[in-house]
DNA sequence: AGCAAGATTAGC
DNA sequence: CTAATCTTGCTA
């Protein structure tokens, strides 16, 4: 079914049908320039029996935005070095978020190379969790940033069910992670080339 | 107060 | 395969 909120209609769902309903939106980072990206890879982090998940041992002053209500931002530093960008999901005060791992770049994409500079090919402009945050310039600063706005904002699939992925979802185990290595939470969209 | 580990990446 | 780089949260 289409909604007249599709973003609020897609948070509704469980986070793992969060984590596979964003493939196929897309990501707008609104600056001084225009960049987009479509969401091609995901993971999620739940709140109970996930040892990976930031909010496994409860809340703290890093993970607190994982709690906010469905729609915001979660943005932290990992190795001291990369940004990650999680859309937060489930109820409010309930901690569990979708890990954004890959985009493939639509607009802007000159933006993206000046951003993540001159070695870097287009098929690794967003193509990790940490690259696509330097592409598109996030850092911690849209921690807790409503995703409902400007400037960086949710952008609905067009003629299709949010429930419905774009064509085929693959879904395997999360990458990266040292426990919890076995549940299939992780989400790509088959066949792309902007998946790691 | 000190310290180890981390949802990664780039370069050798 | 390893270094980079620093914040967080746990342990003492």
């Known amino acids: 079914m289409r909604s007249r ?33 479509r969401i091609v890879e995901t993971e999620a982090y739940l709140s109970e029996g996930d040892g990976a998940s930031h909010s496994a041992r409860g809340r703290t002053a890093r993970n607190a935005a994982m709690y906010l209500a469905a729609g ?25 978020a979708v890990l954004i791992r890959g985009l493939e770049p639509l607009e802007g994409l000159d933006e993206m190379r000046a951003r993540r500079g001159p070695h870097v090919t287009d098929r690794d402009l967003c193509r990790g969790p940490g690259r696509l945050c330097q592409a598109l310039g996030m850092d911690r600063a849209l921690d807790g940033h409503d995703l409902r706005r400007a400037p960086l904002r949710l952008i609905p699939p067009e003629c299709r069910a949010v429930d419905q992925p774009a064509g085929e979802v693959l879904i395997g185990p999360r990458v990266g992670i040292s426990k919890a290595t ?11 080339q902007w998946t790691s």
């Open 72 to 96: 915001h931002a979660y943005v932290y530093l990992i190795y001291g070095l990369h940004h990650c960008l999680n859309v937060v999901t489930a109820p409010d005060g309930v901690g569990e």
């Open 5 to 37: 909120d599709p973003l609020r209609t897609l948070l509704a769902l469980p986070t793992v049908d969060v984590a596979r309903g964003l493939i196929g939106w897309r990501l707008e980072r609104s600056d001084e320039l225009r960049c987009v990206g």
């Open 182 to 192: 076995d549940l299939p939470l992780r989400f790509r969209a088959a066949g792309s």
